[in-house]
């Protein structure tokens, strides 16, 4: 198991956890990947050819970033694996704010976000690409 750069291949290897099956279609459109590749540090959680969970930030400007993950239905034995290589991504990348966005319906989603530091902060009303509303949660330094 290793963390290694993202790249926009790792996507297509991604078996989604079904909290987050409605981002496959998305997922599946070269165009997005290498955006996300593109976008700013980002990595995944590989072994051999599997691909358990992809992340990364994407800068929105100086001191203020945005969190994105895409984790596997398959994660769960590697998960503080992925908790630490988040943990340290944002200390090694760091943003004043960093954002993500929990669909309301996720509860182990909004437990991560507590866990990593991030406070919610309200309702963003039809979100997802399917119109679900997500909380925002931001993470201040």
Same mark, same amino acid.
């Given at each position: 198991?290793?963390?290694? *750069?993202? +790249? @926009?291949?790792? #996507?297509?290897?991604?078996?989604? =956890? @079904?909290? /987050?099956?409605?981002? =496959? @279609?998305?997922?599946?459109? *070269? +165009?997005?990947?290498?955006?996300?590749? =593109?976008?700013?540090?980002?990595? %995944?959680?590989?072994?051999?050819?599997?691909?358990?969970?992809?992340?990364? #930030?994407? @800068? /929105?400007?100086?001191?203020?970033?945005?969190?994105?993950?895409?984790?596997?239905? +398959? %994660?769960?034995?590697?998960?503080?694996?992925?908790?630490?290589?988040?943990?340290?991504?944002?200390? #090694?990348?760091?943003?004043?704010?960093?954002?993500?966005?929990?669909?309301?319906?996720?509860? /182990?989603?909004?437990?991560?976000?507590?866990?990593?530091?991030?406070?919610?902060?309200?309702?963003?009303?039809?979100?997802?690409?399917?119109?679900?509303?997500?909380?925002?949660?931001?993470?201040? =330094?």
């Amino acid at each position: 198991m290793r963390i290694v *750069p993202f +790249e @926009p291949d790792h #996507l297509k290897r991604l078996l989604l =956890q @079904p909290s /987050q099956a409605i981002m =496959q @279609p998305t997922m599946s459109k *070269p +165009e997005y990947a290498q955006s996300l590749h =593109q976008a700013g540090p980002a990595y %995944s959680l590989v072994d051999g050819d599997d691909v358990f969970a992809c992340m990364g #930030l994407v @800068p /929105q400007w100086d001191n203020r970033a945005i969190a994105w993950g895409l984790i596997s239905a +398959e %994660s769960g034995p590697h998960f503080i694996m992925i908790h630490k290589a988040v943990h340290r991504t944002m200390r #090694l990348h760091y943003y004043r704010r960093i954002e993500t966005a929990v669909a309301c319906d996720f509860t /182990q989603g909004h437990r991560w976000a507590t866990m990593l530091g991030f406070e919610r902060e309200g309702r963003m009303r039809a979100y997802t690409p399917d119109g679900r509303d997500c909380d925002l949660y931001a993470r201040v =330094q």
